[in-house]
């Protein structure tokens, strides 16, 4: 499996951030696509998740400030994120998965330096 993450960069506080994630393969479908973030001298963490039929999983301190979507026919994931703050700072990265669970990923994408100026 191939994830190619697009959107990110230099953005305001208060603004929003798009992140989308397109994933190939050529074998089964790809059921469970996730985002994670790990700013600079911290552990990676959840950012949200979703699932082929759409159930998501999104840490209780996102929920109020992002949506997360999925096109299953192009196999991409869509990340919207409002409110931004500059702790929001880090690499966000796409995971993917075969399996349904919302917590466990075995494909990784490079990741996209996202950078909130205060």
């Known amino acids: 499996v191939q994830l190619q993450a697009s959107g990110g960069g230099f953005l305001q506080t208060g603004g929003s951030l798009r992140l989308s994630c397109a994933a190939s393969t050529d074998r089964f479908a790809i059921n469970a696509m996730a985002w994670y973030r790990q700013a600079p001298g911290k552990e990676r963490e959840l950012v949200a998740a979703?699932?082929?039929?759409?159930?998501?999983n999104v840490p209780d301190s996102m929920k109020d400030r992002l949506t997360i979507r999925r096109d299953n026919a192009a196999n991409t994931a869509y990340l919207q994120m409002t409110g931004l703050r500059p702790e929001d700072t880090a690499v966000y990265y796409c995971?993917?998965?075969?399996?349904?669970?919302?917590?466990?990923?075995?494909?990784w994408g490079q990741g996209t330096l996202v950078t909130v100026s205060s």
């Open positions: 979703i699932s082929s039929g759409g159930r998501t």
């Open positions: 995971a993917a998965s075969y399996d349904y669970d919302l917590n466990r990923f075995d494909f």
